[in-house]
Protein backbone atom coordinates (compact mmCIF):
# COMPACT_ATOMS: atom_id res chain seq x y z
CA UNK A 1 0.00 0.00 0.00
CA UNK A 2 3.32 2.32 -0.17
CA UNK A 3 3.84 3.18 -3.63
CA UNK A 4 0.92 1.63 -5.66
CA UNK A 5 0.66 3.36 -8.79
CA UNK A 6 3.25 2.10 -11.48
CA UNK A 7 3.15 3.65 -15.12
CA UNK A 8 4.85 0.80 -17.25
CA UNK A 9 4.87 3.43 -20.06
CA UNK A 10 7.25 5.56 -18.22
CA UNK A 11 9.46 3.09 -17.97
CA UNK A 12 13.12 3.40 -19.18
CA UNK A 13 16.26 4.97 -18.66
CA UNK A 14 16.49 7.64 -16.37
CA UNK A 15 19.76 9.45 -16.58
CA UNK A 16 18.22 12.00 -13.52
CA UNK A 17 16.15 9.60 -11.70
CA UNK A 18 17.62 6.16 -11.34
CA UNK A 19 19.80 5.32 -8.64
CA UNK A 20 23.15 4.40 -10.40
CA UNK A 21 23.30 1.15 -7.72
CA UNK A 22 21.55 -0.59 -5.54
CA UNK A 23 17.89 0.29 -6.72
CA UNK A 24 14.66 -2.61 -6.67
CA UNK A 25 15.07 -5.52 -4.44
CA UNK A 26 17.65 -7.35 -6.86
CA UNK A 27 19.30 -4.02 -8.22
CA UNK A 28 18.77 -5.24 -11.71
CA UNK A 29 19.09 -2.65 -14.29
CA UNK A 30 15.54 -3.55 -15.28
CA UNK A 31 14.10 -2.81 -11.60
CA UNK A 32 15.88 0.01 -11.91
CA UNK A 33 14.67 1.86 -15.19
CA UNK A 34 10.96 0.47 -13.82
CA UNK A 35 11.06 2.47 -10.68
CA UNK A 36 10.45 5.91 -12.47
CA UNK A 37 7.01 7.22 -10.29
CA UNK A 38 6.89 4.14 -8.18
CA UNK A 39 8.28 0.40 -7.45
CA UNK A 40 8.82 -2.43 -9.45
CA UNK A 41 6.16 -4.38 -10.79
CA UNK A 42 4.83 -7.03 -8.46
CA UNK A 43 5.45 -10.79 -10.06
CA UNK A 44 2.25 -12.45 -10.90
CA UNK A 45 1.19 -15.57 -9.53
CA UNK A 46 -0.26 -19.07 -11.43
CA UNK A 47 -3.19 -19.85 -10.16
CA UNK A 48 -3.99 -22.65 -12.13
CA UNK A 49 -3.23 -25.27 -9.38
CA UNK A 50 -5.07 -23.16 -6.39
CA UNK A 51 -8.73 -24.26 -6.38
CA UNK A 52 -8.63 -21.62 -3.08
CA UNK A 53 -7.19 -18.97 -4.77
CA UNK A 54 -9.43 -19.38 -7.87
CA UNK A 55 -12.31 -19.11 -6.00
CA UNK A 56 -11.28 -15.96 -4.42
CA UNK A 57 -11.41 -14.80 -7.95
CA UNK A 58 -14.03 -15.73 -9.31
CA UNK A 59 -17.11 -13.85 -9.71
CA UNK A 60 -18.66 -15.56 -6.83
CA UNK A 61 -15.42 -15.27 -4.72
CA UNK A 62 -14.99 -12.14 -2.58
CA UNK A 63 -12.91 -10.46 -5.28
CA UNK A 64 -15.03 -10.73 -8.12
CA UNK A 65 -18.03 -9.40 -5.77
CA UNK A 66 -15.50 -6.44 -4.44
CA UNK A 67 -14.86 -5.85 -8.27
CA UNK A 68 -18.46 -5.96 -9.30
CA UNK A 69 -19.35 -3.02 -7.13
CA UNK A 70 -15.96 -0.88 -8.29
CA UNK A 71 -17.34 -1.39 -11.54
CA UNK A 72 -20.40 -0.49 -11.01
CA UNK A 73 -20.19 2.92 -9.11
CA UNK A 74 -17.04 3.74 -11.42
CA UNK A 75 -18.10 3.19 -14.23
CA UNK A 76 -13.89 1.70 -14.84
CA UNK A 77 -13.19 -1.42 -15.75
CA UNK A 78 -10.08 -2.86 -13.91
CA UNK A 79 -8.91 -6.34 -13.34
CA UNK A 80 -7.40 -8.19 -10.32
CA UNK A 81 -4.49 -10.41 -10.78
CA UNK A 82 -2.92 -12.40 -8.01
CA UNK A 83 0.89 -11.67 -7.63
CA UNK A 84 3.24 -11.90 -4.92
CA UNK A 85 5.23 -9.84 -2.36
CA UNK A 86 2.34 -6.88 -2.16
CA UNK A 87 -0.43 -6.02 -0.33
CA UNK A 88 -2.11 -4.59 -3.56
CA UNK A 89 -0.75 -2.33 -6.01
CA UNK A 90 -2.54 -0.52 -9.33
CA UNK A 91 -1.23 -0.64 -12.90
CA UNK A 92 -2.80 1.85 -15.50
CA UNK A 93 -3.83 0.46 -18.90
CA UNK A 94 -1.02 0.66 -21.13
CA UNK A 95 0.85 -1.23 -24.20
CA UNK A 96 2.43 -3.89 -22.24
CA UNK A 97 -1.14 -4.51 -20.15
CA UNK A 98 -2.84 -4.96 -23.29
CA UNK A 99 -4.79 -1.92 -22.64
CA UNK A 100 -5.91 -3.21 -19.13
CA UNK A 101 -6.37 -0.89 -15.75
CA UNK A 102 -4.96 -3.89 -13.88
CA UNK A 103 -4.67 -4.42 -9.78
CA UNK A 104 -2.83 -6.78 -8.42
CA UNK A 105 -3.55 -8.63 -5.20
CA UNK A 106 -1.18 -10.22 -3.11
CA UNK A 107 -1.86 -13.85 -2.49
CA UNK A 108 0.26 -14.03 0.52
CA UNK A 109 -2.14 -11.23 2.10
CA UNK A 110 -5.10 -13.11 0.71
CA UNK A 111 -4.13 -16.24 2.50
CA UNK A 112 -4.30 -14.29 5.89
CA UNK A 113 -7.13 -11.55 5.32
CA UNK A 114 -9.37 -13.74 2.61
CA UNK A 115 -11.95 -13.47 5.20
CA UNK A 116 -12.40 -10.06 5.89
CA UNK A 117 -14.76 -8.26 3.08
CA UNK A 118 -14.76 -4.61 4.39
CA UNK A 119 -10.86 -4.66 4.59
CA UNK A 120 -10.32 -6.19 0.98
CA UNK A 121 -12.88 -3.75 -0.12
CA UNK A 122 -10.90 -0.66 1.73
CA UNK A 123 -7.74 -2.02 0.01
CA UNK A 124 -9.01 -2.31 -3.33
CA UNK A 125 -11.24 0.77 -3.37
CA UNK A 126 -7.69 2.51 -2.80
CA UNK A 127 -6.07 0.74 -5.70
CA UNK A 128 -9.21 1.66 -8.02
CA UNK A 129 -8.47 5.42 -6.88
CA UNK A 130 -5.28 5.22 -8.09
CA UNK A 131 -6.79 3.92 -11.69
CA UNK A 132 -9.87 7.04 -11.95
CA UNK A 133 -7.16 9.16 -11.02
CA UNK A 134 -4.80 8.67 -14.14
CA UNK A 135 -2.01 10.11 -12.36
CA UNK A 136 0.29 11.04 -13.30
CA UNK A 137 -0.94 12.71 -15.97
CA UNK A 138 1.33 12.11 -18.75
CA UNK A 139 4.16 14.13 -16.47
CA UNK A 140 7.47 13.06 -17.26
CA UNK A 141 9.35 11.57 -14.49
CA UNK A 142 12.66 13.29 -16.46
CA UNK A 143 11.59 16.36 -15.71
CA UNK A 144 11.17 16.20 -12.18
CA UNK A 145 13.21 16.18 -9.53
CA UNK A 146 12.38 13.06 -6.68
CA UNK A 147 11.14 15.81 -4.34
CA UNK A 148 8.60 16.66 -6.62
CA UNK A 149 7.58 13.24 -7.23
CA UNK A 150 7.55 12.68 -3.65
CA UNK A 151 4.79 15.57 -3.37
CA UNK A 152 3.05 14.81 -5.98
CA UNK A 153 2.69 11.07 -4.56
CA UNK A 154 1.58 12.55 -1.50
CA UNK A 155 -1.14 14.02 -3.26
CA UNK A 156 -2.08 10.77 -4.63
CA UNK A 157 -1.95 8.54 -2.09
CA UNK A 158 -4.01 11.26 0.09
CA UNK A 159 -6.96 11.29 -2.82
CA UNK A 160 -7.11 7.57 -3.33
CA UNK A 161 -8.01 7.31 0.57
CA UNK A 162 -10.32 9.81 0.25
CA UNK A 163 -11.42 8.18 -2.56
CA UNK A 164 -11.37 4.68 -0.57
CA UNK A 165 -13.88 6.24 1.87
CA UNK A 166 -15.77 7.91 -0.42
CA UNK A 167 -16.94 3.97 -2.78
CA UNK A 168 -16.92 2.25 1.02
CA UNK A 169 -20.14 4.57 2.04
CA UNK A 170 -21.47 3.59 -1.69
CA UNK A 171 -20.18 -0.18 -1.64
CA UNK A 172 -22.05 -0.67 1.53
CA UNK A 173 -18.64 -1.90 2.99
CA UNK A 174 -17.57 -0.30 7.06
CA UNK A 175 -14.63 1.94 6.71
CA UNK A 176 -13.15 0.43 10.47
CA UNK A 177 -11.58 -2.60 9.03
CA UNK A 178 -9.07 -0.27 6.73
CA UNK A 179 -8.94 2.14 9.73
CA UNK A 180 -7.52 -0.28 11.94
CA UNK A 181 -5.11 -2.04 9.37
CA UNK A 182 -3.77 1.40 9.17
CA UNK A 183 -3.61 2.24 12.79
CA UNK A 184 -1.88 -1.30 13.45
CA UNK A 185 1.70 -1.21 14.12
CA UNK A 186 2.58 -3.79 11.66
CA UNK A 187 1.34 -2.63 8.75
CA UNK A 188 3.15 1.24 9.62
CA UNK A 189 6.18 0.69 7.64
CA UNK A 190 4.42 0.59 4.54
CA UNK A 191 1.37 2.38 5.09
CA UNK A 192 2.93 4.98 6.53
CA UNK A 193 5.31 5.85 3.93
CA UNK A 194 3.68 8.96 2.72
CA UNK A 195 0.97 10.42 5.76
CA UNK A 196 1.09 9.14 9.35
CA UNK A 197 -1.67 6.76 10.01
CA UNK A 198 -3.74 9.51 11.70
CA UNK A 199 -4.19 11.53 8.64
CA UNK A 200 -4.81 8.22 6.50
CA UNK A 201 -7.70 7.81 9.17
CA UNK A 202 -8.61 11.01 8.97
CA UNK A 203 -8.78 11.13 5.04
CA UNK A 204 -10.99 7.86 5.06
CA UNK A 205 -13.70 8.91 7.82
CA UNK A 206 -14.20 12.31 5.61
CA UNK A 207 -14.53 10.47 2.46
CA UNK A 208 -17.08 8.23 4.13
CA UNK A 209 -18.46 10.75 5.86
CA UNK A 210 -19.23 12.85 2.50
CA UNK A 211 -20.42 10.09 0.56
CA UNK A 212 -22.96 9.29 3.15
CA UNK A 213 -24.46 12.64 3.66
CA UNK A 214 -24.14 13.61 -0.17
CA UNK A 215 -26.41 10.12 -0.48
CA UNK A 216 -28.75 11.53 2.01
CA UNK A 217 -29.16 14.76 0.89
CA UNK A 218 -29.94 13.33 -2.87
CA UNK A 219 -32.69 11.17 -1.40
CA UNK A 220 -34.30 13.77 0.70
CA UNK A 221 -34.32 15.90 -2.87
CA UNK A 222 -35.47 13.40 -4.69
CA UNK A 223 -37.90 11.40 -2.64
CA UNK A 224 -38.51 13.07 0.59
CA UNK A 225 -39.35 10.88 3.09
CA UNK A 226 -38.15 7.55 1.01
CA UNK A 227 -36.01 5.13 2.97
CA UNK A 228 -33.77 3.19 1.14
CA UNK A 229 -31.45 0.64 3.12
CA UNK A 230 -29.30 -0.68 -0.23
CA UNK A 231 -26.65 2.14 -1.09
CA UNK A 232 -25.83 0.83 -4.21
CA UNK A 233 -29.53 0.50 -4.96
CA UNK A 234 -30.40 3.81 -3.91
CA UNK A 235 -26.87 5.74 -5.64
CA UNK A 236 -28.60 4.02 -9.24
CA UNK A 237 -32.14 5.73 -8.39
CA UNK A 238 -30.30 9.18 -7.08
CA UNK A 239 -28.62 8.92 -10.91
CA UNK A 240 -31.34 8.09 -12.57
ZN1 LIG B 1 -1.87 4.04 -2.88
Do not use: C
Not at 34 to 63: M, T, W, Y
Not at 65 to 88: E, N
Not at 107 to 120: G, P, R, S
Not at 153 to 172: F, I, S, T
Amino acid sequence: MGIDKIQLSMAGPSNRLAPKVGAGAGGSPTEVFRKSFGEPIPKLVDISNSPFLQALFSQQGVLGRIRRKLVLLSGKKGRFVPAKGTVASALSASEETQGEDLVFVGVEFLAENHTKEDLLAGILAHEWGHLVSEFPHGMDPDQLTWEEIFTLRKEEEAAADGYAGKMLYRMNNNPEALIQFFLDPKNQKESTKYHPAPTRVAIIRAGYQGAKQLTHQARRLIHPGAVYHNPITSQLIAVI
